[in-house]
Nanobody, 123 residues
Framework: QVQLVESGGGLVQAGGSLRLSCAAS????????MGWYRQAPGKQRELVAT???????NYADSVKGRFTISRDSAKNTVHLQMNSLKPEDTAVYYC?????????????????WGQGTLVTVSS
């Protein structure tokens, strides 16, 4: 009912930049929040950054000052600008959305994940 499509991953040298994008589509009544998580090999998935419909943002301490999340609510998209990348930023990055859909006569909240995009930072 809601799909997320990510783009923008790739290989970059340490100190470089990448921009990730994610677009939500489907039977969406409202996107309440969108964000990015990442999972490095052998590690648990962790929050990178989130942005609510009210404009609030939240960042992991490890990316503060280097990454910037932005949303286009009208287009149901979210972007993650990643600067000053480090080898430890290497991971699969997943887009996440908390959405409200109209399911029959009622509204329903659900959480959706993208398929992931690989970011590799070489030293």
């Amino acid at each position: 009912q809601v799909q997320l499509v990510e783009s923008g991953g790739g290989l970059v040298q340490a100190g470089g930049s990448l921009r990730l994008s994610c677009a939500a589509s489907g039977s969406i009544f409202r996107i309440n929040a969108m964000g990015w998580y990442r999972q490095a090999p052998g590690k648990q998935r962790e929050l990178v950054a989130t942005a609510t419909s009210g404009g609030s943002t939240n960042y992991a301490d490890s990316v503060k000052g280097r990454f910037t999340i932005s949303r286009d609510s009208a287009k149901n998209t979210v972007h993650l600008q990643m600067n000053s990348l480090k080898p430890e930023d290497t991971a699969v990055y997943y887009c996440n959305a908390e959405a409200t859909i109209l399911a029959g006569p009622a509204y329903r909240n659900l959480e959706v994940w993208g398929q992931g995009t690989l970011v590799t930072v070489s030293s």
